[in-house]
Nanobody, 123 residues
Framework: QVQLVESGGGLVQAGGSLRLSCVAS????????MGWFRQAPGKEREFVAA????????YYTDSLKGRFTISRDNAKKTVYLQMNSLLPEDTANYYC????????????????WGQGTQVTVSS
């Protein structure tokens, strides 16, 4: 069982930055995949980035490479999403999610979800 709590969302002007945090409550995160997804109003939830907790490999949706960075703090059991050069189209509710063992880009494959944190980018 993994419980996830996100924070760090807010209102930012275009070109600005935000760092989202996701604190995981679990006995161990070994072999878990930690992912970030986002969902804008009227749109499907989409993959943003993911990380293999044990090995540290990272994966991104192509359109966000170079602007978004996923990272982790092992001791704090926290995964971060650093978002730079934000655009109005990045406005969405951002979710942290996890699943065991293998990477997936499909949100339906993730077993554990946080409550989401809203990111709003003004033009």
């Amino acid at each position: 069982q993994v419980q996830l709590v996100e924070s760090g969302g807010g209102l930012v002007q275009a070109g600005g930055s935000l760092r989202l945090s996701c604190v995981a409550s679990a006995r161990t995160l070994s072999r878990y995949i930690m992912g970030w997804f986002r969902q804008a109003p009227g749109k499907e939830r989409e993959f943003v980035a993911a990380m293999e907790w044990s090995g540290g490999s990272t994966y991104y949706t192509d359109s966000l490479k170079g602007r978004f960075t996923i990272s982790r703090d092992n001791a704090k059991k926290t995964v971060y999403l650093q978002m730079n050069s934000l655009l109005p189209e990045d406005t969405a509710n951002y979710y942290c999610a996890s699943r065991y063992y293998s990477l997936s880009y499909n949100p339906r494959d993730y077993d554990y979800w946080g409550q989401g944190t809203q990111v709003t980018v003004s033009s």
